[in-house]
Each structure stands twice: as C-alpha cells, then as structure tokens.
C-alpha cells in the first residue's frame, strides 16, 4: 500500500499537527507501508527528526502572489519554481504565524476553489505527480483547508481513496468576516462529500464540525488523539519535591489561555502552602504576541512573583523533555475548544499530572486517561482550586500521574493510531 500523507506546514515555528503527522507517518513506516509525507506551504519543522519530503507545493509565497498578482501565473514555471526552494520558503515566511487569518480569506477561498481559483497551476502541477509519479493508494489531508484539489484528484487518480483529518479548521474559519467565513463553509462542505473518510480525534470535534460543516455525518470517524511515546520510556514520576513547579507548554497566545494561567498563579500565590510555588512556561512566541507576554510578565512583577516565573522559549524534542522533568502539574487553560490537546498526552506521558478546563477534547483526554482534574472554564478562581488540590495533594499527583501515564503508553501510542488507521483504509 502506498500513502501519500499532504499537510500544511507551518514556517518558523514547531507545529503541533506538524509533528503528530510526521510522528504518524513514521508509525505507517514501521508497520510496512509505504508512505511518504509531502509538506504544502512551507517546509515542515519538527522537534524530532523529520521523514517529510525536501520539495514543497503551492509554496507560501508563489500562492501568496498568485491571489494579489494573477498575471504571475504567465510567468515560465522555472522562474516560479524559484520561489518554492525551501530555503527561500523558511526565510521568506518567518513571520507566517503573526499573519492575522482574517486579511487571508479571499486566498483562502481562491484555495478552496481549486481549478477554478487563482492557483489553477498549483493544483494541476500537485495533481500531475500524484498521477504519474506517486500513484497512491490513500491520500491523506492534515485539514480540509488544503483540500481544493479534491476533485481534481478525484477525476485524475481515481483510484487512490481520499481522507482529512480535521484538526483546527474551524479555528481559522472563525478568524474570518462574516461573508468570507460562510463562503468557506459552503466550500468545504462541497469538498468533504467527495472525501472517503474524515477523521477527528474526539467525539467532541466531530459532532462540532459535522454540525458547522454540515458534512456527512457517515464519513465521520474518530480516532483517539496519539503521540510518539518513545521518548517517554524511561521517564519516572515527578518526585516529592520542593517547591512545586506547575507548567504551561503550548504556544503563547491568547487563545491558549497563559493570562488565565496567570490570573489563577497570583491568586494561588496568596493562598496557604502555596507561598513558594512557580510557573515554568514554553511555547512558540510569534511577534504579534510578544506585547501579550510582555503585559503577562508585567501583571507578575507588580504581583511581585516575577522572580518566581521562568520563560524558556520555544523547546526542540530535548528541552520539551527537560522542562517535562522539571515541573510537577501542567495546565494550558484554552480559551477556545481545543480539538486536540497534544500537550496533555505529553504531560501524561512524563507522569505530569494536568489541570484543564471543562470544554473541547479535555473532557474525553481526561475521562479516558484518568490523568488529570477539570474545572470550570475561564474562571481565575476555579482554576486556582484546581492547582491548589494538586499542589497540596502529593499522593493525588503521584496517583494521578501514574494512572495517566499508564493509559497514554497502552492507548495512545502512533503505533496503535497507525493500525486503526489502517484498519479504516481497508473498511473503506
């Protein structure tokens, strides 16, 4: 069986979907199949070591200057070419992720259009060596966003079976005006009945999407959300120790939650036993946040508990280890309803306890894990006495982490995710 894996990679920064798709495809490796993972955009950056293909189509830029400058597209293919080099693409897109996903919607729905958008010669040049090179079997989308050359595929490569994976979709579409929001809805819902199969990692986002998509609930299937556990092997649980270090391990952003983090840390800080606890955060940072931390960082030294906070930047695979080594509980308090959760599948697997609200993926993450507690969304106080529980509670932590750490290395490995996927293709 020959899969190729097409997902959307994100320049400059360490992309979640990114690594679980690389992870993924390296799980298909390794029980024999044939697959190959072809990044879109931008070249793909991961924290481990990447199996993704050096070339890349529908570059960032060449896309970019197609939808402003439709000319282009009489250029010689050779000189546009030059645009997609993926060292070219790296540099030139540094600043992909400050780029607000509102002033992106006329190309977001020129992509959704495929053969009939401004990127005509994107689709067919990627339709072409699906057809005369590759000849999948399978292809796999990492969103529905990337999908406008579906029915392109679908009359040109017959054979091969087509899948998306759901994953932060409605995320971008909510960044959109109204008009352009609903115009891509109503392209998405178009390219999903020409899917096989759409797959979500929760129950959850499912019936979320299915309902903002209208999509066909019968091609909708969940598989459990899963990591790469390899690095977590012979980790030990966090050790009784002093003073306790709770975690953020996400990207810095407002939508993540880090200012409901902080509210939580400075009331928690006034409580009893808690005088001496700190916050360790990591995560991306993209400029157009850097004033959101800064304002964080300040609310903290007026506080006074500057001292006992620690920014360490954007972690490799490596640092992602240490910083798990070095906390006690980890709590990203998401604003918006995560369909994912990486984090918390990270956290578990180190034997790091969670705190999370009660909304999105978490609920299902932490019923079936038992690794963590849930509390009420977006309230500073709630949150507060979730930590707090943890933090005085040094058996609850053990028990809590133990138990977590235990469901996620039997339940959520890529291994296991790649056999079901498996087993989905062969249904299909």
């Not at 024999?32 to 924290?47: A, S």
């Not at 964080?296 to 080594?325: H, I, N």
Request: one cysteine or more; hydrophobic letters at 40%; aromatic letters at 6%.
């Amino acid at each position: 069986m020959k899969i190729v894996f097409l997902t959307a990679g994100a320049a400059g920064m360490y992309c979640g979907s990114c690594m679980h798709d690389n992870s993924l495809a390296c799980a298909l490796r390794g029980l024999g199949v044939d697959c190959l993972l072809q990044p879109l955009y931008t070249p793909i950056r991961t924290d481990e070591a990447s199996i993704a293909s050096k070339d890349v189509f529908f570059g960032g830029v060449n896309i970019y200057l197609l939808q402003k400058f439709p000319t282009l597209r009489y250029l010689p293919r050779p000189l546009r070419r030059l645009l997609d080099n993926p060292r070219f693409l790296s540099w030139a897109t540094k600043g992909a992720g400050s780029t607000d996903a509102s002033t992106l919607g006329d190309l977001a729905i020129s992509m959704l259009r495929g053969e009939d958008g401004r990127q005509r010669d994107e689709v067919e040049r990627l339709v072409a060596w699906l057809r005369d090179e590759m000849k999948p079997d399978v292809i796999i989308f990492s969103n529905l966003l990337i999908g406008g050359c579906i029915p392109a595929i679908r009359r040109e490569v017959p054979q091969s079976k087509i899948i998306v994976i759901l994953q932060g979709d409605d995320s971008f579409l909510d960044h959109l005006p109204t008009t352009q929001r609903q115009l891509a809805i109503t392209e998405l819902n178009r390219l999903s009945q020409q899917c096989d199969a759409i797959i979500v990692n929760s129950q959850f986002y499912g019936e979320k999407m299915t309902r903002t998509l209208s999509l066909p609930a019968s091609k909708v299937r969940v598989l459990p959300l899963s990591i790469d556990t390899s690095a977590f092997i012979n980790f030990a649980p966090p050790p009784d120790r002093s003073p306790i270090t709770i975690g953020y391990l996400a990207r810095i952003s407002p939508e993540k939650g880090l200012h409901r983090l902080i509210d939580a840390f400075i009331e928690l800080a006034k409580r009893p036993g808690c005088e001496d606890v700190r916050l360790h955060v990591a995560g991306w940072l993209g400029k157009q946040n850097e004033a959101y931390l800064s304002s964080l960082e300040e609310r903290l030294r007026v506080a006074g508990l500057l001292s006992r906070y620690e920014y360490q930047g954007s972690p490799d695979l490596a640092g992602k280890l240490e910083m798990l080594r070095r906390i006690d509980l980890l709590c990203v308090p998401t604003e918006h309803e995560e369909p994912k959760g990486l984090f918390v599948l990270e956290a578990m697997a180190a034997g790091v306890p969670v705190v999370q609200p009660y909304r999105g993926a978490f609920p299902e993450l932490i019923g079936s894990t038992g690794g963590g507690l849930l509390v009420q969304p977006d309230d500073p106080i709630a949150l507060a006495d979730g930590l707090q529980r943890l933090v005085s509670n040094p058996e609850l932590r053990l028990q809590l982490g133990q138990v977590g750490r235990r469901s996620v290395l039997e339940n959520h490995t890529t291994s296991a995710h790649a056999t079901s996927l498996l087993r989905l293709i062969k249904s299909l």
